[in-house]
């Protein structure tokens, strides 16, 4: 028999009484399996102790939950066809600060069920239409319909924005995360502004 | 160089300042613990850590009084403007599989402030969900 075919027969011998990861070095040497990661936007990174996939295995066999904020209160208020209400956020918002350097204007619609985001920047002589993008609404709790917040990402090429906004009082409070990509000198930056509605429907879409 | 609003044009100090090109995320360091009691609260604690310039996020859910650790994610700093090198904010993002939790932080007055926009990838029917809670740095 050939050397490497009893090499070959050896290591499938192996593998069924050896851990998994440990059963692909043997198969496959010189490869080493990834550790388990959590995602991020930024990046990859190992989970160290393997400590997230082992919490999933323990928490979430059927109706998965990481924390009691994600199971729901109340069954006969849990319509699982129910959407979220977002009348609340939609129309024109102009920002309380006349003289902004950020966001002068934002149009919010819904389409279809779904949420879109025009934001309109403070420019010179008119404002910079940023193009519309999807938005995606949050109410207060995993029972409830009511909006409560939205968000939203934009990717202009130079810069990744992300934006965060939450109803107040009858204002809109908008965090941008702006994240730039251009290797200028510039750094990333937040910007927290106030929008009161102008209309509850948009003049135009 | 390219902008699209103006808070995104350097201000003339700022250009000429040679500028490192990390924000110092120091002042998020710690331990963090909410500061709401309840059971039901979303994040009991936060861990933040620098690893080699770059802010680790270790947050800690709670289900019927035990901790659950959500493990490791790399954050992305923000300053408050693009001449400041000093972290006011941080984001960063948990995929659990069959949810997607956004981490929004920002410190104001000691107290770290996190907001989550919580999103169900599991056609569960619950509704996404934001939420925003409070923490105070724990000792040592």
Known sequence: MPLAQMVRQFRMAMVSEIPVGLALIILRPGRVPPLPRAESRYGLLPVEGHNLLARKENYMPSNGYFRAGDQPTSRADNNPRENIDLSPLVGTWVNTKKDTGGFAKLIIIERAGRLFLRAYAACAPELCDWGEVEAFAYSDSVDSHTVQAMSAFLDVGFADVTFQGNLNLGLLVLVTFNHFKDNTERTSYICREFYHRLSPSPPEV | ?140
């Open chain 2, 1 to 140: 160089m390219r902008y699209t609003s103006a808070t995104d044009i350097p201000e003339a100090a700022a250009e000429t300042e040679e500028a490192p090109s990390r924000v110092d995320a120091s002042p998020f360091v710690g331990m963090w613990s909410n500061t709401n009691e309840e059971p039901r609260k979303r994040i009991a604690a936060v861990r933040l850590k620098l690893r080699d310039g770059t802010l680790i996020v270790n947050a800690s859910g709670n289900i019927e009084h035990e901790v659950c650790d959500w493990g490791e994610v790399e954050a992305d700093v923000f300053a408050p403007d693009i001449g400041s090198h000093t972290a006011m904010s941080f984001q960063a993002i948990y995929d659990f599989g069959f949810l997607e939790s956004y981490l929004h932080a920002n410190i104001k007055h000691g107290t770290l402030v996190i907001a989550t926009c919580n999103k169900f990838k599991d056609g569960s029917g619950r509704s996404n969900y934001y939420t925003r809670e409070f923490f105070y740095q724990l000792e040592g």
